[in-house]
């Protein structure tokens, strides 16, 4: 059940820096150029290199899924196929569709004196140019996005959110991070960050509550409004 705004409000009281996740929180990053076409492109162009799609990849239609399942089976692959996603992550992001109330979150929250950080499975490149194509490259204390070539710092390994805080000079107990996937709550908490569960469909209270999730917004205005 989403959280109500007192809720909201005390679980971010202390909080001095705000971790948040990009596609989900910020925009739905395929929404323009859908999964399934990213993922067929990404097989071409493995195709296109004179090399075989891995057992069990010709169905993934998640990009980042199709990424691991390629990089585990060939290591040797994973750079050029990273480089790939990242030039069809940032392709799609500048057809994406932004969430409503993200962009109010990321200025409410610099507004009220706190650092925003975004942590997030897809490319810091594709995400830098959505925030400068939406004017929000001022907002962010920093982007952390995969690794280049290393599909295994992607969440739920906390790496990614490690790297943030570090960077940012802050301790988990002054954090909060957004997210809409149970992936995120799990890397929260093994980063000692506790996790607004952004619940965008239905049905994803329960699979963010069952992850752990601090507290359920159904919505990033709600968010925006307690961060105000
Ligand atoms: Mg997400």
């Known amino acids: 059940m989403t959280a109500t705004p007192q809720q909201l409000a005390d679980v971010l009281r202390p909080v001095k820096n705000v971790l948040l996740d990009f596609d989900g929180p910020v925009c739905s990053v395929f929404a323009g150029l859908p999964v399934p076409e990213v993922a067929r492109r990404l097989r071409e162009d493995l195709s296109a290199a004179g090399e075989e799609v891995p057992a069990g990849a010709e169905e993934e239609t998640d990009p980042l899924a199709l990424l691991r399942l390629i990089s585990d089976a060939r290591p040797d692959l994973t750079e050029s196929m990273d480089a790939a996603l990242v030039a069809l992550e940032t392709e799609a992001v500048r057809v994406a569709r932004p969430t409503p109330g993200g962009e109010s979150v990321l200025r409410a929250a610099v507004r009220s004196g706190r650092l925003v950080s975004i942590v997030s499975n897809n490319s810091g490149a594709a995400i830098e140019t959505y925030l400068s194509e939406h004017g929000l490259s001022d907002y962010g204390a920093g982007v952390f996005g995969r690794a280049p070539g290393d599909p295994s710092s992607m969440k739920p390994n906390p790496r990614l959110l490690l790297e943030a805080m570090q960077a940012a000079g802050t301790r988990p107990d002054y954090c909060?991070?957004?997210?809409?996937?149970?992936?995120?709550?799990?890397?929260?908490?093994?980063?000692?960050?506790?996790?607004?569960?952004?619940?965008?469909?239905?049905?994803?209270?329960?699979k963010l509550t069952a992850a752990g999730a601090a507290v359920i917004a159904d919505s990033m205005g709600l968010i925006a409004a307690a961060l105000a």
């Open 176 to 206: 909060i991070f957004i997210g809409d996937a149970a992936r995120d709550v799990e890397a929260g908490e093994a980063a000692g960050v506790p996790t607004i569960g952004y619940a965008n469909k239905p049905g994803k209270d329960a």
